[in-house]
């Protein structure tokens, strides 16, 4: 290096540190040095001054995102889509999640300054939701609450056998299978009736002293057709009233019914809801809180108190209880304003073709065609298996499926076309979407 080589006049890191003393202690010392090295290494290649170290360290740190997760655009017409997160938050339980960042009172008293019951607003909004339950429990999932409520009301009794039919055991993404996850806690599945009919007689008949629960499950992501019969919750619940009676054994009925729906959702008569599975007889209900409910990622516990109340003790409940930005986003879904679940579920097709329509206007005004076309969208997250929505979408060329989804829109390819579904986009992602398709459109000309 010769002594007016400008690579000696790159700042040493020490001094840049110093310099950019403010961005330490928003980034820590690790990324501003690591912003800096990469700067340094620009300047030494000669693709800045440098002079421009500094700018450019400054313009590396604006840039960096605080998590590798990537925001997308849902325009696939799958509400509930599980690959990208589910449900979608309100605008009140994101503002909870912020809210809840900090410091918060999750198990403190305010009045006393003593530890109090975690969560309690939160549990006091889901009484609230759905009064027919004696008491509520929140945790960290849906496979959560099913592992609790085996561990704590069955095995831990001495009683490890579950009761279920053959029909109801399913296995949902991912080769997850619930009847392994109920293993998991030591307990002993019995399977009662036949994949396609299982009879109240069916159940009355496996129940001993050794059975701990009998567990009823939504198969919510698949529809059996045909020559079949299940045994609902009222009639479940008579037949082990009944067993009580004739012999003296008291076995709870849990009702898994898996997509969250407090009360009965009239587009949507067949899938299961807490209240009406509380009020028909079932003991428990679990659920979902990220499918129909619109909320965070948790699982809900709904029944009788006493039941509740064994779950919430058990040694297992602190391994599965629920963080407080979920306690904070559950309680603002359950008591704020409409969630874009709601939303995308009960959009008008009439609305949604005069949006769809005015969106593809203003893609030609820009040089892009797309065509207007029925398309059928779903409810997805394993809610409503064979309920199809009508909708619209704006059918592009397939090919742009991918570089759409290197610009944060994840569309579905299918039929020869990407098909852009606007019923799960949400107003404020609409120029966002349309600055995608359009990116994608214009690099396509380009090459």
């Known amino acids: ?221 698949f529809v059996v057709h045909g020559f079949t019969h299940g045994v609902d919750v009222p009639e479940l619940s008579r037949t082990l009233a009944d067993v009580r009676a004739e012999r003296g054994l008291d076995v709870p009925l849990l009702a898994d019914i898996g997509s969250g729906l407090l009360r009965p959702e009239p587009l949507l008569p067949d899938e299961p809801d807490a209240h009406t599975a509380l009020t028909g007889g079932a003991d428990l209900v679990t659920a979902s809180g990220d499918k129909l409910l619109g909320g965070p990622q948790a699982g809900l516990v709904l029944g009788r108190a006493d039941l509740v109340e064994a779950m919430r003790r058990s040694p297992l409940a602190r391994a ?20 874009p679940t709601a939303a995308a579920l009960r959009a008008d097709v009439a609305e949604l073709r005069r949006r769809t329509e005015e969106f593809a206007r203003r893609l030609a005004e820009q040089g892009v065609g797309g065509r207007v076309v029925a398309h059928d969208a779903a409810v997805g997250g394993g809610g409503a298996p064979g309920v199809v929505l009508p909708s619209v979408a704006v059918a592009l060329p397939d090919r742009w499926g ?17 098909l852009v579904d606007l019923r799960g986009v949400e107003a404020d992602d609409e120029a966002r979407l349309l600055t995608a398709i359009l990116t994608v459109a214009h690099e396509g000309d380009a090459r």
Not at 31 to 53: L, N
Not at 139 to 165: D, H, K
Not at 402 to 418: D, F, H, K, N
């Open 1 to 221: 290096m010769t002594h007016d080589d400008p690579r000696r006049r790159i700042p040493r890191t020490d001094a840049l540190l110093a310099t950019l003393g403010d961005l330490v202690g928003v980034h820590g010392v690790d990324a501003v040095k690591a912003a800096v090295t990469t700067a340094q290494a620009d300047a030494r290649s000669g693709r800045i001054t440098p002079e421009d170290v500094e700018s450019a360290t400054r313009a590396v740190l604006a840039a960096r995102t605080p998590t590798t997760l990537h925001p997308l655009v849902n325009a696939t017409g799958v509400v509930l889509h599980t690959n990208i997160g589910r449900a979608a938050l309100s605008a009140d339980a994101r503002r909870a999640l912020l809210a809840a960042a900090g410091h918060v009172d999750v198990e403190f008293d305010l009045g006393t300054g003593a530890r109090a019951r975690r969560g309690r607003g939160t549990l006091a909004a889901l009484r609230e939701a759905v009064p027919a339950a004696g008491d509520v429990l929140a945790v960290n999932n849906g496979a959560a609450a099913l592992v609790l409520a085996t561990t704590a009301l069955a095995v831990a009794q001495g009683r490890p056998e579950i009761v279920m039919s053959r029909g109801e055991i399913v296995e949902i993404g991912d080769n997850f299978r619930l009847h392994e996850l109920i293993e998991s806690t030591g307990a002993t599945i019995v399977e009662v009736g036949t994949t396609n009919r299982t009879w109240a007689q069916d159940y009355s008949r496996a129940v001993t002293e050794w059975t701990g629960l009998v567990v009823k499950v939504h198969p919510s992501n």
């Open 320 to 339: 599965v209880r629920v963080d407080k930005l979920a306690l904070a986003a559950l309680e603002a879904t359950l008591r704020g304003g409409p969630t």
């Open 402 to 418: 991918a570089p759409l989804r290197r610009e944060g829109v994840v569309a579905q390819v299918t039929g020869g076309a990407c």
